[in-house]
């Protein structure tokens, strides 16, 4: 003998489902793109990420760079000391920092060091370095004469680098900044890079 509630409430529940709950493959569809999604996102940070410093200004985007035009007088009697710091964006794996964790430099003096980068994988990979200076003030008096983030730094499996780093502080640096901390971000573009042209490929 069938039971009138029990068959109302099971019609009920029944009625209530949703096309998503009938159908699974639907959620299975909107979690892939949903991954897809994310996948393109993180494989767009870093350009995404330069635009955004280029046009708001913010973070102190370096955008003092290439060869020196014109003569500039070293300030000897001042010493601004250079913090230089290394970060791995996430699901980076290299091996990456400064040869010297902090540098003094006289304004108007060109100094020259370097990073290291080591690929730890047994694929190709290829990096982007994104910069920013803090404080934000003394961004632009920061230049980059030369610098390893100008283009695009793949490496072999297993190989290291040297990845140079000449640059000058504008002896019109403000009297109160006297630290500055210049940051390198690593962002992976191994997808997009290794049809770069301009990435250079290393196999120590």
């Known amino acids: 003998m069938s039971n009138p509630v029990g068959d109302n409430q ?38 995404l990420y330069d ?14 760079n290439g060869a ?11 010493l601004i000391r250079v913090q230089l710091i ?46 920013s200076v803090a404080p934000s003030e003394a961004a632009q008096y920061v230049h980059k004469i030369n610098c390893f983030c100008f283009q695009a730094q793949s490496l072999a499996p297993l190989a290291s680098q040297q990845m140079p780093l000449v640059l000058m502080i504008d002896p019109k640096l403000p009297e109160h900044i006297r630290t500055i901390t210049l940051s390198y971000t690593l962002f992976d573009i191994t997808e997009q890079g290794q049809g770069n042209a301009a990435a250079r490929s290393v196999t120590l």
Request: aromatic share 8%; glycine share 8%.
């Open 10 to 47: 099971s019609h009920a529940g029944a009625a209530e489902m949703t096309p998503v709950a009938r159908n699974p493959m639907i959620t299975v569809r909107r979690l892939i793109l949903a991954a897809v999604l994310m996948f393109g996102f993180g494989f767009a940070l870093a350009p």
């Open 68 to 78: 020196l035009t014109e003569t500039v007088a070293v300030d000897n009697t001042r």
């Open 51 to 64: 635009v955004f410093c280029r046009v708001t200004g913010l973070n102190g985007k370096v955008t003092r």
């Open 86 to 131: 290394a970060v791995n964006n996430e699901g980076m794996p290299w091996t990456f920092g400064p040869q010297f964790s902090e540098i003094s430099v006289h304004p108007g003096e060109q100094r020259q060091t370097h990073y290291v980068a080591s690929n730890p994988t047994a694929r190709l990979m290829v990096a982007r370095a994104v910069p």
